[in-house]
């Protein structure tokens, strides 16, 4: 697993042309909302014309989300994905060509429809651009393919900005031409590389289509709201935007005011902001060790949190020089200061949206995907004119300075995290859990995403060597796995509070609670039904000096009733980890003898439930583990 990373999907086809269309949808339409307001400046507007034009264009552009993207979900889980995406970006063809006519005719108000319609093809694109990768990609890759998709989303926005602001200021008299020319150019890019997108199923070719909108947004709007953990990662995601929305536009003015800067200065704050949320997106993976890690989310929290509030403290009051170019802002007392935190917030951001998206791919049917991002735009949708709103009310009836907005944001963000936290302790218990394991060890796994299932109900058996074993392999595994262990491993403070959050199966023998082995059994049988993954630790206890024991009969009685694929899975190293039995409770509280410590985590391929038995596993945990207690 070490050898393998996020960029080699930018070599398969199966991701390439859907990560370029992406990006230069994304940039494209950038471009052209800059370009209209350089078009203004070309144009000599008043100020009051410009402050209007530039008030309506992003309302005229999110509209289309409140009214339409319940219906682009349906669609999209009606249609084969790549099929409805040449459609879209054919779509993007027709309405940049009206585009450029409103470019070369300097028409204000047609560019307004222009933009409009730009934001209703954005709207159909929305809930296709994330339902399409748990498609194409393996549950080890969603984190990785989700990183890539922000990264270039990020950095798509930012140079499309760029570049659009620009054109009138380079091209000069012939900028409408070359709007207009771009605009177009740009579209019919993205339609080619939609059309090398492989094949991808509808998620719900059966589905009958409400072309009502308003009823049919209440329909996703609950849908999305069926699990607890979607529904809350579905409010961070929108959360993520609220705190973007509040950011990228106080900073002009804060560049401007706070920093002393020429306007050149907004676009390199922008920048670090945009570069910090791409480095903090491709971090996930790594962080993740390739699963759906939403331990990271609670990190990303606490870390904007932190990068915000000492924004507030770098700078709270005006600069003292004014009509700073980036260089001489850098030169200046406290700039490093400013630098660090504006990259600070954006990787922690990265780190904090990519595992929700992820999160949410993993746990949404396919057949209801596209209705739940649907859902999810039209909830961000919300956020972002809620932003919008507070910020304007925050300056002219609170007359809060832009650093105090900035504070206000750090805590709003901390109460919301809490929030989010306390009502699905599932995060934070994975964060805590995170920590222990990645403080802890170093994690080298083999043959894990070779052989364990990417869906459907599978047993694993594994060698039972210390009371961290769950958090180990639960950390190597990509999909969410029920653990069975002995009730008083379960009970172990603290850990047991991570362990209930888990949905770990506690058992005991028949000798000392008949009642709760017999629940425990129906719950793994029930587990399994649901297709869910299933670990066991046959053994019936930790080993007391490092060697294995006789796997009991529990595993056959399993799969007596449910036959499923069953996994020979092996700890390697963990004998020697300070959880495991070698030490006393005291020994247990001193430093780890081997501090981050390498530990292998070792599958072999599935086996028939029909045709195996307790000794046959124990024999192949047995050459998994080798020599390596």
């Not at 802890?440 to 594994?462: K, M, S």
Request: net charge positive.
């Amino acid at each position: 697993m070490s050898g393998h990373n996020q960029f080699a999907l930018l070599r398969q086809r199966r991701f390439l042309p859907f990560f370029i269309v992406q990006a230069l949808g994304a940039f494209n339409d950038n471009v052209y909302r800059q370009a209209i307001i350089g078009l203004l400046f070309y144009l000599g507007v008043s100020d009051e014309q410009r402050s209007l034009y530039t008030t309506l264009a992003p309302a005229i552009f999110i509209l289309p989300y409140f009214l339409f993207s319940a219906l682009a979900g349906q669609i999209a889980d009606k249609l084969e994905k790549s099929r409805l995406i040449v459609i879209t970006t054919t779509m993007e063809i027709v309405i940049m060509s009206l585009a450029a006519i409103g470019f070369i005719t300097e028409n204000l108000p047609f560019l307004l429809v222009a933009l409009f319609c730009t934001g209703m093809q954005s709207t159909l694109f929305g809930p296709v651009k994330y339902s399409v990768l748990p498609s194409v990609l393996k549950p080890e890759e969603l984190t990785g393919g989700n990183g890539l998709v922000e990264m270039g989303t990020s950095i798509s926005i930012l140079s499309g900005m760029i570049i659009g602001g620009s054109v009138f200021l380079l091209a000069g008299s012939h900028g409408p031409v070359v709007a207009a020319t771009a605009v177009i150019a740009l579209a019919i890019c993205g339609n080619l590389a939609a059309r090398m997108i492989p094949r991808v199923d509808a998620g719900d070719p059966d589905l009958k289509i409400n072309w009502n909108p308003l009823p049919e947004s209440l329909v996703v709007l609950r849908m999305a709201r069926q699990q607890k953990a979607v529904r809350n990662a579905i409010l961070g995601v929108s959360w993520f935007w609220f705190v973007g929305t509040v950011l990228t536009s106080q900073l002009p003015n804060y560049a401007l005011v706070n920093l002393g800067g020429e306007p050149k200065l907004y676009l390199f704050a922008l920048a670090l902001f945009s570069v910090g949320t791409g480095v903090g997106s491709l971090l996930c993976e790594k962080l993740s060790a390739r699963t759906v890690e939403i331990g990271l989310v609670p990190l990303g929290a606490f870390g904007m949190t932190a990068f915000l509030l000492d924004l507030y403290f770098a700078r709270t009051g005006e600069a003292s020089v004014q009509n700073l170019g980036v260089l001489a802002f850098l030169q200046q007392p406290g700039s490093v200061r400013i630098v660090i935190d504006l990259i600070g917030i954006g990787l922690f951001t990265g780190v904090f949206v990519v595992p929700l998206f992820a999160l949410i791919q993993s746990r949404t049917p396919k057949a209801q995907m596209s209705r739940v991002f649907a859902a999810l735009n039209i909830q961000n949708s919300g956020f972002i004119v809620a932003a919008a709103l507070l910020s304007l009310a925050a300056h002219q009836l609170l007359h809060w300075s832009i650093p105090q907005q900035f504070l206000a944001l750090a805590i709003a963000n901390a109460i919301v995290a809490i929030y989010i936290f306390t009502i699905v302790p599932e995060f934070l218990m994975r964060f805590l859990s995170w920590v222990m394991v990645r403080t802890l060890y170093r994690l080298r796994p083999h043959g894990i995403e070779a052989n364990v299932p990417d869906e459907g109900a599978a047993l694993l058996v594994c060698n039972h060597v210390s009371y961290m074993d769950a958090l180990i392999l639960s950390a190597t595994i990509p999909r969410p796995v029920r653990f069975v262990m002995y009730y008083k491993i379960f009970n172990i403070p603290v850990l047991s509070w991570i362990f209930r959050t888990a949905k770990a199966i506690p058992i005991a023998g028949a000798r000392e609670d008949p009642a709760l082995m017999q629940r425990a059994f129906d719950e793994i049988d029930a587990a399994l039904a649901e297709g869910e993954l299933v670990c066991i630790f046959p053994e019936g206890a930790l080993t007391k000096d490092g060697t294995m024991a006789p796997f009991k009969s529990g595993v056959e009685k399993i799969l007596e009733r449910r036959p499923v694929p069953v996994v020979p899975t092996a700890l390697r190293g963990m004998w020697s980890s300070m959880w495991s039995r070698r030490d006393t409770r005291l020994g247990r509280m001193r430093v780890p003898r081997r501090f981050r410590a390498t530990v292998q985590v070792v599958a072999a391929a599935p086996v028939d439930g029909h045709s195996t038995d307790a000794p046959t596993l124990e024999t192949q945990v047995r050459a998994l583990r080798g020599d390596h207690a």
